[in-house]
């Protein structure tokens, strides 16, 4: 099984609410990973664990907030969000983890689309 | 530290066959090859893991130049289903990874 399952597909939420977005994979990967893509751009580091720990932060803003409760699992909470913050979220899970100078090929999944309004 | 891949943008004929480029300014540990259609997630295509080091799978195969810093994507004999944005992508000592400016390829009948 290669699959990585995002929730929801679609996501609208105005400036002032709080959401979160859901990730999981059950292929014993234990690096996760948050990416954001915006149109025709590619996606762009946001997040990374290794086992479950957190290991980047690529200078993400604190509306933006990741957890990973188990090695499956990964969310991504998010407050107070800005209209530039609409894009699609991209959920990913690799075999390596830290240190392996990317090594490892990564599995996405479907993402999310957010629109903040 | 983001790859930059030549051309921006590709269209084929169906059977005709393309390259795409990837070159970075810092030394290239790794690269993977993705392709990402419409409105879809990234799909993992290959990893080169070391200098010299040549892939393929089907019609698409993959070199790796570390000195050069470059790797290329060959795509032969092209089919429709080949078609959407190619990014390579490249990790550092860290747990880094960035994605190359991306090459739109379309290949028509």
């Known amino acids: 099984d290669t699959e990585v399952t995002q929730t929801p597909k679609h996501l609208v939420m105005g400036m002032t609410n709080k959401k979160s977005l859901k990730c999981e994979q059950h292929m014993g990967h234990r690096a996760m990973y948050w990416y954001k893509q915006k149109a025709k751009k590619p996606p762009e580091l946001m997040f990374v664990?290794?086992?479950?720990?957190?290991?980047i932060n690529e200078s993400v803003p604190s509306r933006f907030s990741p957890e990973c409760p188990n090695s499956s699992l990964l969310n991504l909470h998010l407050h107070a969000l800005q209209p530039e913050d609409s894009a699609l979220y991209l959920c990913a899970s690799s075999p390596r983890t830290r240190g392996d100078r990317g090594r490892g090929e990564q599995y996405f999944g479907p993402g999310t689309r957010l629109t903040v309004t | 530290q983001q790859p930059v891949q030549s051309p921006q943008a590709v269209i084929l004929r169906e059977g005709e066959d393309a390259v795409i480029n990837c070159s970075s300014s810092?030394?290239?540990?790794?690269v993977h090859w993705y392709r990402q259609k419409h409105g879809e997630a990234p799909v993992f295509l290959m990893i080169?893991?070391?200098?010299?080091e040549q892939k393929g799978h089907d019609k698409i195969s993959a070199s790796f130049n570390e000195k050069k810093q470059q790797s290329s994507l060959y795509l032969t004999a092209s089919q429709l289903s080949y078609s959407g944005t190619y990014f390579c992508?490249?990790?550092?000592?860290?747990?880094?990874?960035?994605f190359g400016t991306g090459t739109s390829l379309t290949v028509i009948p």
């Open positions: 992508g490249t990790g550092n000592t860290g747990n880094q990874f960035y």
């Open positions: 664990y290794s086992y479950e720990k957190l290991s």
């Open positions: 810092k030394a290239l540990y790794s």
């Open positions: 080169l893991l070391k200098g010299g």
